[in-house]
C-alpha cells in the first residue's frame, strides 16, 4: 500500500493509494514452456474469486476509471495472484485537539473482510514491504514522522470474530502557517496597546479609539476565522493563545476607565472641599495696582494685617511729603520712614513661615517645643535601680537577720523602696532550666517542620507581595493629598500611578503567561487522547 495524505479538521483524513492484495488459489496452478506470469485486464476480474476487502474506519472510498477502472490481475503459474487497484480512501481519525495546532496526530486505518470470518480468511502484511510512502510525498500542515502496522487476529464484530489489519500513520503538524497568520500578529497587537500608556490622559479620543481599534482587530484575527479552525467542544491551544491576547487588549481599556474614574473622583473632591472653605495662599497680583500710585504705597499694598495703615498713612501724605523722609535730616524721621518700609518684608516672612507650618502639618505629627521638651527632661526623675535577692527553697529555713544583713549591704546605705526589690528563689531557677531543655528537645523534633514553615512563609510572601504593591502604591486619590495640592497649588502629574505602573507589569506579566503558555503546551501537556478499553484493537 503507497499512500497519500490529505487530513482535515472533521475528524478525518483523505488518503489517495496503490492497494494491492496477494494471495494463492491452487484452482488457477499452470505449466506452459517459457510461460511464467500472466496479465490479465481487469474484464477477466469477474470470473476470479477475490476477497471482500473493505475498510472498517472508511466514509467514503472510491476507485478511479479515467479512462479505464484502474485496476489490473497478475497471474503466476504456481497459482499465486496479486490484485492491484488505486483508490482514494476517506477514513475517520479520533484527533485531540487539545495542542491544535501545536499537536501530533495517530490516524488509523483498518482492513478486513465484510462477509468471510477468521476461520476462512485470515489477513497478514508482507513481511518486506507492508506499507510504502512515496519520498516525495509534502503535506501543507503536517509531517509524516512514522508509520506502524499491527495485526488484529480476532476482531469482534457482532457474534463474529474476523482477521484485521492494522495500520497508522503519526503525523505532526507545521506550526509555520499559524506563527506567521496569528502568533506574531496578535502579539504585535498586544504591544500596539501599551502605546496607550504613553498618551496623554486628557487626550481622550486618542486613547478610547487605540484601545477601541485593537480590540477590533483582536477580534477579527482571533474569532473571525473559525470556519477553517475545528469545530470541537474544548478549548485548543490556539483559543488559549487568542483569549490571554484579548484580555491584555481589553484590560488597557478597563485601565483607562479606571484612570477616567480615579479623574472624576479627584474632580468632585477639590470642589467639595473648595467649597468648605480650603483656599489657595497665593500674593495677589501686583499688575492690578494703579499705575500712578507711589512705590512706598504700593510696597504697602500687599495681604497682611497691617497693609490697611500702610495704605491710610500713603494716601493721606501728599506727593511733596512722600519723599519728605528722603530728605529729612532729622534721625526720628529718618527711622520711621525706615520702619515702614521694612513693615511690607516682615509681614511677607511671617507669612512663608506659617504657609511651611501649614504644610508640614499634612505629613509630620507637631513637634514639642525645645525648651519645654528640655523642662520635661530636666523635670524626670533617675529611675531606681532594682535589687534583686536570691533566697533558698521554699522547704529550707533561712535566717531573718542574715537577710536582713545582706540586703543593707547590697543597699549600702541608700533608701529602697520594698517594691523595687526583686525575690528570686531556686525553685524557680531549676524550672526555668527545665523549661529550656524541653524547649530544647521540642526544637529537635520539630525540625522537619521548620522547613516546611519556612516554604510557606515564603509562598506566603511571594502571593502577599502584589498585594502589599497595590495597597502602599496609594492609587485612590486621599483628601489630604488633594487639600496640600489646593493650598499650595501644586498641579496634579500627568501621568497617573496606575499608568507608570501599567508600564511595567504588563509587559512582565504577558511575558510569563506567554512563557508559561509555550511551556506548557511544549513539554506538560499531551496528544494522546483517551479512548475507552473496549474500543481498543
Not at 489489519?165 to 506574531?184: A, D, M, P
Not at 477590533?216 to 485548543?236: D, E, H, K, N
Not at 501649614?358 to 531606681?384: C, D, F, G, N, Y
Request: contains cysteine; charged residues 25%.
Amino acid at each position: 500500500m503507497s499512500p497519500r495524505f490529505l487530513l482535515k479538521y472533521k475528524l478525518e483524513y483523505v488518503m489517495d493509494c496503490y492497494f494491492r492484495q496477494f494471495w494463492y488459489d491452487r484452482r488457477l496452478v499452470f505449466n506452459f514452456p517459457g510461460l511464467d506470469e500472466f496479465s490479465l485486464s481487469w474484464l477477466f476480474l469477474d470470473r476470479v474469486w477475490k476477497p471482500d476487502t473493505f475498510f472498517l474506519n472508511g466514509k467514503k472510498s472510491h476507485l478511479h476509471r479515467i479512462t479505464v477502472p484502474n485496476k489490473f490481475l497478475r497471474l503466476r503459474k504456481d497459482g499465486f495472484l496479486m490484485y492491484s487497484m488505486r483508490l482514494t480512501i476517506k477514513a475517520s481519525c479520533p484527533m485531540h485537539l487539545r495542542k491544535f495546532p501545536l499537536d501530533s496526530q495517530s490516524c488509523p486505518l483498518l482492513i478486513g473482510s465484510y462477509g468471510y470470518r477468521s476461520d476462512d480468511i485470515v489477513y497478514e502484511w508482507d513481511r518486506e514491504r507492508p506499507v510504502v510512502v512515496e519520498e516525495n510525498v509534502e503535506l501543507s500542515q503536517y509531517r509524516l514522522v512514522n508509520y506502524t502496522t499491527d495485526h488484529v487476529p480476532k476482531f469482534i464484530r457482532g457474534v463474529d470474530v474476523y482477521s484485521v489489519l492494522k495500520t497508522e500513520f503519526h503525523l505532526r503538524r507545521n506550526i509555520g502557517y499559524f506563527v506567521l497568520q496569528l502568533y506574531v500578529p496578535c502579539g504585535l497587537i498586544v504591544s500596539c496597546s501599551w502605546v496607550s500608556f504613553w498618551i496623554d490622559p486628557a487626550a481622550v479620543p486618542a486613547r478610547v479609539q487605540l484601545g477601541v481599534t485593537t480590540v477590533l482587530t483582536m477580534t477579527t484575527m482571533g474569532f473571525g476565522g473559525r470556519a477553517q479552525m475545528p469545530r470541537v467542544s474544548y478549548a485548543t491551544a490556539l483559543d488559549s493563545f487568542v483569549i490571554i491576547c484579548f484580555s491584555f487588549v481589553f484590560a488597557v481599556m478597563i485601565e483607562y476607565a479606571v484612570i477616567n474614574f480615579f479623574d472624576k473622583i479627584a474632580g468632585d473632591m477639590k470642589k467639595l472641599l473648595q467649597d468648605r472653605g480650603v483656599k489657595k495662599k497665593t500674593l495677589p497680583d501686583t499688575a492690578d495696582l494703579n499705575s500712578e500710585q507711589p512705590r512706598s504705597a504700593s510696597m504697602l499694598n500687599m495681604s497682611s494685617p497691617s497693609s490697611h495703615i500702610y495704605s491710610e498713612i500713603a494716601e493721606a501724605e501728599s506727593p511733596a511729603d512722600q519723599d519728605a523722609h528722603l530728605k529729612a535730616s532729622d534721625g526720628t524721621e529718618h527711622r520711621k520712614s525706615l520702619s515702614l518700609l521694612a513693615a511690607p518684608l516682615i509681614d511677607s516672612l511671617k507669612r512663608n513661615i506659617e504657609r511651611r507650618k501649614s504644610e508640614m502639618s499634612l505629613h509630620l505629627p507637631s513637634l514639642p517645643i525645645v525648651s519645654q521638651r528640655r523642662k520635661s527632661e530636666a523635670s524626670l526623675t533617675k529611675p531606681p535601680i532594682p535589687v534583686i535577692t536570691v533566697t533558698g527553697n521554699e522547704g529550707d529555713t533561712e535566717d531573718p537577720v542574715e537577710e536582713e544583713c545582706v540586703r543593707e549591704e547590697i543597699q549600702g546605705g541608700r533608701h529602697i523602696a520594698e517594691s523595687d526589690v526583686v525575690h528570686i528563689s531556686c525553685d524557680d531557677v531549676y524550672e526555668e532550666d527545665f523549661d529550656e531543655n524541653r524547649n530544647e528537645n521540642e526544637d529537635k523534633e520539630s525540625g522537619c517542620l521548620g522547613y516546611v514553615n519556612i516554604v510557606l512563609n515564603f509562598l506566603g510572601k511571594c502571593i502577599m507581595k502584589p498585594w502589599k504593591s497595590w495597597k502602599n502604591a496609594n492609587i485612590m486619590p486621599r483628601e489630604e493629598e488633594i487639600s496640600r495640592m489646593i493650598i499650595t497649588g501644586e498641579t496634579p502629574d500627568k501621568f497617573s500611578k496606575i499608568d507608570i505602573e501599567s508600564r511595567k507589569y504588563f509587559p512582565i506579566a504577558f511575558c510569563i503567561l506567554m512563557t508559561s503558555y509555550w511551556f506548557a503546551y511544549m513539554y506538560y501537556i499531551t496528544d494522546e487522547f483517551p479512548v475507552a478499553k473496549e474500543q481498543v484493537f
